[in-house]
């Protein structure tokens, strides 16, 4: 099994930063990728970022590119999403998770074994 924490959301207005971390622990894998999404109320949860651990390539839909960074530190087995120019539609439930599939479909959120429980992000205009 594998656990993921997510920390770092919070309340903050348009045109601030966040920088969202999530903790694994637990099993671990040679292979995988980590991915964050959100979910905002009524919508369906949606992919925002992706990293491969192993050799740290990123990748992100065009909706975020520019304002989304995704990183990892692999001494503390954590990987970091840092949210810039923050907007009111980025307001959602953020979620990290772990996929160790071969189809390196990262987008998908079927890919994913393991989830974090979410850390919401609101901000106001």
């Known amino acids: 099994q594998v656990q993921l924490v997510e920390s770092g959301g919070g309340l903050v207005q348009a045109g601030g930063s966040l920088r969202l971390s999530c903790a694994a622990s637990?099993?671990?894998?040679?292979?995988?990728?980590m991915g964050w999404f959100r979910q905002a109320p009524g919508k369906e949860r949606e992919f925002v970022a992706a990293?491969?651990?192993?050799?740290?390539?990123?990748y992100y839909p065009d909706s975020v590119k520019g304002r989304f960074s995704i990183s990892r530190d692999n001494a503390k087995n954590t990987a970091y999403l840092q949210i810039n120019s923050l907007k009111p539609e980025d307001t959602a439930v953020y979620y990290c998770?772990?996929?160790?599939?071969?189809?390196?479909?990262?987008?998908?959120?079927?890919?994913?074994?393991?989830w974090g429980q979410g850390t919401q992000v609101t901000v106001s205009s």
């Open positions: 998770a772990v996929g160790t599939g071969y189809s390196a479909r990262y987008y998908l959120t079927e890919f994913y074994d393991y």
């Open positions: 637990g099993r671990t894998f040679s292979r995988y990728f």
């Open positions: 990293i491969r651990w192993g050799g740290g390539s990123t």
